[in-house]
């Protein structure tokens, strides 16, 4: 609907002209109002603006002179719009020629006028005289007046003093907002990348790009004779590679009870997968008209109907629990395995669902297979059952010590001569043994796998520096600390130097400069400049030589360590932890500890420095110096604050800079 028609006698907006249409145009009363309105009102505005800019403008009118047109190449940014200074359009004559050829001095524009020093240096000298009266009143003036009231020398200083303290407060909160806003970001940007690492991208393009799967064999026909029938299957996961299940005929009659047995690896899941209709058909038939109801466990193979027994993805025996067992082949090899690996655990009793089940099978098992193995395998859960029913029956405190606190211990105990079964082989265990043992089962019971990451405290440890200096190298250390001290030695006596300097009166004699000596003293001055940037250069190679070659060998010990670490270290620490030091740690030791390094012996040697250059000249400012120091040590608890967050971080958070 059109908005209501304005002063113009048209609608100001219509919508059904402007928005609600294939072809939008404005409407003729906003072509006439506003877009003719606003360059005029532009043009209106911006003219008296623009000639009281160029009244007070310091630009002198350049004549129009054969020699000027010869020699002035002018800047076009004085004279261009505003247009062409918002986008820059006024540059593109210098683009366009450093794209022909290549720029000479002579081919650069000139400065504009008030870049120039004729027009910056007499702005600069204006305020700068007013300051240097104001610092000349206040503090050149006292240190030379002996007349001046000493309270006005403490109070210039204890403004100095407040200045200094707002300023460093200042920059306290701007860096920690700076801080506070770059974890929030990298927290956000974190946060995101685990969100998308929930849902693999690419394992979900493989299942779309992949072919659709084959239903043509397979049928839910619901008048079949049975539930679940597959005539001569042959299954893949995938249609060209090798068949995962071979040669399947099966039939289930209807309300029936199906267990489906074998070693790992043989195809249990894959036949499930089969009937689901989840595998790919190389041939054969499948028809599923009901309902699949799946389960884990043994304790009730005997109530089933149906047991299918797969050995290497085929079909080994199928029928009753009962005809397989007395059969003794495939599915009674199964059992027996898997009773054995259950009596290799330590407390078998809470892994067994139901020990007279378990005793039951051996039973069974015993009386179609007289062999070593299943002999043992009778006297172990026998050995298990008469020490149940033994400890359920005493009371507390008179527990059976016949087998020991091991499964395993049962072994040996069989190999000896048994008592006969009237005689009661009980061991009045003490009670406090008993409290003990029980003490330490349950403390095994409580302890997990995988630890909490523990975090050192305290100070840090002069054994870490030292592991740090040692794969820097003692020759290069030496170097670095030799530098460091060069250099501050030369800043220090180039500071005395021009104390020395701006007191020497011998420079002028008479009014008349002793060139030899301004010589002298502007020549020593220079060397010693050049020996702190010589110094300055030479920190700088050897400190990041340095850091390259830790690095290196600190990477090196760690992958070294990694590598021969045994197996129980990779099933208790988790692989997050292990990039964690790949990752996070390395980037530290490779980039943050020698810039850290410089920026702290740095400081250490002008920490040391300040204090001999200001109690030389004011020995009373050393009074001040233990104070300071015994707060500062009070207050090193930054070490810990970095030890916490290297454990919490997050290894995605190396590949995030800010």
Not at 223 to 241: D, L, M, Q, Y
Not at 287 to 308: A, C, E, P, Q, Y
Request: glycine residues 6%; hydrophobic residues 40%; proline residues 3%.
């Amino acid at each position: 609907m059109d908005s209501e028609t304005g002063f113009c006698d048209s609608p100001f907006l219509a919508l059904n002209e402007t928005w609600n249409t294939v072809d939008p145009d404005f409407s003729p009363c906003f072509q006439k109002t506003v877009i003719l309105w606003i360059p005029c009102a532009i043009l209106v505005l911006g003219t008296p603006i623009r000639i009281f800019q160029l009244s007070k403008s310091q630009v002198p009118a350049l004549p129009f002179t054969w020699l000027n047109i010869g020699k002035t190449n002018p800047c076009p940014e004085e004279r261009s719009s505003f247009l062409s200074r918002l986008i820059f359009w006024w540059f593109n004559p210098m683009v366009i020629q450093g794209y022909k050829r290549d720029i000479k001095r002579e081919n650069l524009w000139a400065l504009n006028h008030e870049d120039n020093s004729s027009s910056v240096f007499p702005r600069f000298e204006k305020y700068w005289k007013k300051e240097e009266e104001r610092v000349e009143k206040l503090l050149i003036q006292f240190t030379k007046d002996k007349g001046e009231y000493e309270w006005r020398g403490y109070l210039y200083s204890v403004l100095m003093f407040l200045v200094a303290v707002v300023q460093s407060l200042i920059l306290h909160q701007y860096f920690h907002g700076a801080q506070l806003v770059g974890m929030r970001l990298r927290t956000s940007i974190i946060a995101a990348v685990y969100n998308k690492a929930s849902v693999s991208l690419k394992r979900i393009q493989t299942f779309l790009n992949n072919d659709e799967l084959d239903y043509s064999a397979f049928s839910r026909d619901i008048n079949a004779k049975h539930a679940i029938t597959i005539e001569k299957g042959i299954f893949s996961w995938e249609k060209e590679s090798t068949a995962t299940l071979k040669e399947l005929s099966i039939e289930i009659p209807d309300g029936s009870l199906v267990a489906v047995v074998g070693q790992v690896g043989c195809g249990k899941s894959s036949l499930l997968s089969a009937i689901l209709g989840e595998m790919d058909t190389i041939s054969g038939k499948v028809n599923v008209k009901t309902r699949i109801l799946v389960t884990h466990g043994i304790s009730f193979l005997s109530k089933v109907d149906i047991i299918i027994t797969l050995v290497d993805g085929k079909i080994s025996e199928m029928g009753s629990y009962s005809d397989l067992i007395s059969h003794a082949g495939a599915f009674a090899e199964f059992l027996k395995n898997y009773l054995n690996e259950e009596l290799e655990k330590e407390d078998l009793e809470d892994e067994i669902e139901d020990l007279q089940i378990a005793e039951d099978m051996v039973n069974k098992l015993k009386n179609v297979m007289d062999d070593n193995k299943t002999n043992l395998l009778k006297q172990q859960v026998s050995v298990l059952s008469q020490r149940t029913r033994t400890e359920s029956e005493m009371s507390e405190g008179q527990k059976s010590d016949i087998l020991g606190s091991s499964w395993k211990g049962s072994q040996g105990l069989l190999n000896q001569k048994m008592a006969p079964k009237k005689q009661k082989s009980v061991i009045a265990a003490d009670t406090e043994t008993l409290k003990l043992k029980k003490q330490v089962k349950e403390k095994k019971k409580e302890e997990k796998l995988i630890q909490a990451e523990g975090v050192e405290t305290g100070k840090v440890k002069l054994n870490v520096f030292m592991a740090y200096l040692r794969s820097v190298g003692l020759l290069l250390s030496l170097l670095i600390i030799f530098f460091y001290i060069l250099y501050n030695a030369a800043s220090i006596y180039s500071n005395i130097w021009l104390a020395e300097w701006s007191n020497d009166n011998t420079t002028v004699v008479n009014g008349t400069i002793d060139t030899a000596q301004r010589d002298l003293r502007l020549g020593i001055y220079g060397v010693i400049g050049f020996i702190q940037g010589g110094a300055v250069f030479a920190i700088g190679c050897t400190v990041n030589l340095a850091g390259v070659y830790a690095g290196k060998i600190l990477h090196r010990n760690l992958l070294t360590t990694i590598l021969a670490a045994p197996a129980l270290f990779f099933d208790t620490t988790p692989v997050g932890r292990i990039l964690n030091r790949f990752a996070h740690d390395t980037d530290v030791v490779d980039i943050n500890l020698p810039r850290n390094f410089r920026s702290w012996f740095f400081q250490f040697l002008k920490t040391l420095t300040i204090p001999i250059v200001v109690g030389y000249s004011t020995p009373l400012f050393l009074t001040t110096i233990p104070p300071a120091v015994i707060v500062y040590y009070i207050a090193q608890i930054i070490s810990d604050e970095f030890r916490l967050a290297s454990v919490c971080i997050s290894w995605i958070k190396c590949h995030v800079k800010m």
